[in-house]
Nanobody, 117 residues
């Protein structure tokens, strides 16, 4: 089992920045890819960014150039640096960690990000 705890959400004005953290505990040796998802009210959960264990990253188009995903394998933590935030970035942000041998995904409880205009 893997437990994920997100932190760093909050209220920020448009153009501002936030840094989200997701700390993993438990069977962390089984984790490969770690992702950030988000879900806005009335919308489906969407994949925002992905990072492999070796640091390969991908982003959804709407956040490219503004968000940066990174991870510290020694601390079992993944980060999402969010700059130039927009009201449309408002959502609950979730961390996901996948097991390397079957892609089963563990989820955190989510952290609210609200961007005011």
């Amino acid at each position: 089992q893997v437990q994920l705890v997100e932190s760093g959400g909050g209220l920020v004005q448009a153009g501002g920045s936030l840094r989200l953290s997701c700390a993993a505990s438990g069977s962390t040796g089984s984790i490969s890819t770690m992702d950030w998802f988000r879900q806005a009210p009335g919308k489906e959960r969407e994949l925002v960014a992905t990072i492999s264990r070796t640091g390969y990253t991908t982003y959804t188009d709407s956040v490219k150039g503004r968000f940066t995903i990174s991870r510290d394998n020694a601390k079992n933590t993944v980060y999402l640096q969010m700059n130039s935030l927009r009201p449309e970035d408002t959502a609950v942000y979730y961390c996901n960690a996948k097991r390397f041998y079957d892609d089963y995904g563990y989820w955190g409880q989510g952290t609210q990000v609200t961007v005011s205009s």
